[in-house]
């Protein structure tokens, strides 16, 4: 670790002020290569034509992800490290929403030949140090230039032996429960849109998600019927429960805590929190539906019920608002 | 099959003049994999929060590679078909280079809202019969909007218990041995590039290479010491070779072909042919080394051999001109 810091420290000073275009695709790899520490399960790391990942399973569960800059997140509102952190999250919780552990990344950066070297560096950190929070290591990717900064990310993961979770194993009379917190990376979407940068702890859940992803596997041991990653919004990723599993989902508003941050930023700016709690996605909490019986993991929180028919309410009525965000048509949905 | 067939005509009639932002994420991706047919290998298909890929290996190759508009491919020049063979073909000729076996492909399409949906429909059609090819299923990815279109695939593969043959193990005394073709793809770009649209034979190379990927397994079956998929330029990549096992590879020009069609193009546009042989890329050959006495399988061909020493060689000499491609300083290398 000490030696990784070293390290990083010298290799900052080198590549200060140098761009993609200076360095070249190889030299460029090899930079960002020695940033990622490779754990037991990666058997063969970058640097060959493919990685090799232990899957002692038998199973392997792999899912990918984009960022696409402007449009996922923006060079002034967030550092490179915030970016490789959100884009290994949004990965590593979508293996942890299958009640799986994250076990590999890999990443492909399309960037602008003039984007600095440090940028691609400090990602390929922030990428490598989130997937450390679950053991995982970055085991390869691409790189090549684009006039559009964009990353795609491959997760890899471990069922441990379990059954995966899906997403249509709901059934009535289940409870609707979730780990993590909602509506604070939309709320730091928000302030951030119109110019602030406060509160701070907002704006860095929008930068910087926190994800328990170790709820994911231990909702998958405590029995949990079906799970997702709460990334579109909260009411829309219910509702791809509810669709797969034929069932209807009703939410409690009052179930979910309302920060004082968060009532203050909505007051502030006109918006209905639960616009945000309900609706924004980007914090990679997990929901997960549990038999009334089972006893809940730490962490998880009862917000709903299970029953027959079909969509989303809040409180027994439909939700007046966008339920979340589709990617094509710029609109709620 | 019929099936299959039946539905992608009758989808296409749908969808003919719609757009993405006329479909939505969710109307895309229920479009595109509608089109995706989900082999055995495939556990957990389209659909959740990631896919699930049998692994009866225990250990799973695994491969990303991007590909963006106007630097990897035009869509004046390829049809969407063309650009998904591709995209599938630049991951499976990396695993196949591992001497494994492609199971499983993640595709992550990063589209203009304005792209017909027919073009992304033809696209995962393109993916997915390119996967067939060798038995993959395309079991999961991600759709975002973007305002450049960008392609990132991700390839899974079984070794079928065989050590993976690696760029480090290539042995003085070994032979350098190469299967597939090399230079028509970059003797199709070099055409289209001056405005021609023929020879058909060598702008058809560029647009849909046709790869063996059988070639990879056989060769580790027959005990090939290092391997390398030829995409960055054969000189390239034979240097990768050269520098990860710390020998010195020489070449001899005169142990390739010189198919008319080349030679002919060649003359006519003022080219080296040789020039498009060994430092063109995008054939996705392979290119291996076996000791002095192996017994090559079918489609092996030896062009030249290993000794003590470094760097890359033609016939003895070092050769004058680009080796192959750099994507971010744009310069040969």
Not at 1 to 9: K, L, Y
Not at 27 to 40: H, K, N, S, V
Not at 157 to 182: C, E, K, N
Request: proline share 5%; aromatic share 6%.
């Amino acid at each position: 670790m000490d030696h990784d810091v070293e390290a990083t420290a010298r290799d900052r000073r080198v590549s200060s002020g140098v761009r993609l275009n200076g360095t070249g695709e190889f030299g460029l790899i090899d930079r960002m290569t020695a940033r990622l520490p490779q754990g037991e399960i990666s058997l063969l790391g970058p640097g060959d034509d493919a990685a090799i990942v232990a899957v002692p399973d038998g199973r392997v569960v792999a899912c990918t992800d984009a960022l696409v800059e402007g449009r996922h997140f923006r060079r002034d509102w967030c550092d490179a490290a915030d970016v490789g952190h959100r884009a290994a999250a949004a990965n590593l919780a979508d293996v942890a929403a299958m009640g799986a552990v994250p076990t590999a990344l890999l990443v492909a950066l399309c960037a602008p030949g003039d984007l600095p070297v440090q940028w691609a560096e400090e990602f390929a950190e922030g990428v490598a140090d989130e997937a450390g929070l679950v053991g995982a290591s970055v085991v390869g990717g691409d790189t090549t230039s684009s006039a559009l900064l964009t990353i795609v990310v491959t997760a890899l993961g471990d069922l441990q032996g379990r059954d995966p979770v899906v997403r249509s194993g709901a059934s009535p009379g289940d409870v609707v429960a979730l780990a993590g917190r909602v509506g604070c990376a939309a709320a730091g979407y928000t302030v951030l849109s119109r110019g602030f940068r406060t509160p701070k702890i907002l704006v860095d859940a929008y930068r910087r998600p926190e994800v328990d992803y170790r709820a994911g596997p231990a909702a998958a041991i405590a029995g949990a019927t079906s799970m997702i990653d709460v990334s579109d919004g909260l009411l829309a990723d219910l509702g791809h429960i509810a669709k797969a599993s034929e069932v209807h989902i009703d939410v409690t508003k009052d179930a979910f805590g309302l920060p004082q941050q968060l009532r203050d930023a909505a007051r502030a700016l006109g918006v209905d929190p639960y616009q945000w709690i309900l609706a924004g996605g980007e914090d990679h909490a997990l929901a997960a539906t549990f038999p009334s019986h089972a006893s809940l993991p730490p962490g998880w929180l009862i917000v709903g019920k299970v029953s027959r028919g079909e969509g989303v309410s809040v409180d027994g009525r439909d939700w007046v608002g966008p339920r979340g965000w589709d990617h094509f048509t710029r609109s709620g949905s």
